[in-house]
């Protein structure tokens, strides 16, 4: 009803709410299904590494699937939006890649060159500003955002995002959902 502009969420246990019968993976599905939005990523920040996610809480097995140019460009463009929101006028995006080395030009995978750069080379005709211009091997993506090359990085799965800002402060990470009507954290 837009009675709401903003909510603090605490911790959640998956199981539990599964168990319960509320079939959800996260609070990020949560809110999605009760505001009807379908366009929306989960944010993990540690001052300024940002890092939003093409997938969370499922299985890896899944998240490979789960990265399609499709995907992979609408969280680029939320990425884009949710840096403009908070005050960075032309943010630099950083796009992991899912494979080793990227795939090493199809050696170790063909998601970067299937999914990935075409998700980029669109989100750049549209103005984007990806600097790179190509996926960034998911080992050295999060020490560039740190170095300030990148102002948010799309990484392709949860725990390819989260274990970089955990790992630098566990207890003052945040967690946003941009692409709902309003603030989560």
Known sequence: ?????????????????????????????????????DKYTMMLAHEDLRVVHVSTHVSLRQACDKVKKDRVLEVIRIANDACKAIGIENPKIGVAGLNPHCGENGLFGTEEIEEIQPAIDEAMAEGINIPEKKPTPPDSIFSKAIGGWYDIVVAMYHDQGHIACKTLDFEKSVTLTFGLPFIRS
Not at 3 to 32: C, F, Q, R, W
């Open 1 to 37: 009803s837009g009675e709401i502009d903003a909510t603090v969420t605490n911790a959640l246990n998956k199981e539990a709410i599964n168990m319960a019968g509320h079939h959800y993976s996260g609070h990020t599905e949560i809110y999605a299904e009760y505001t009807h939005t």
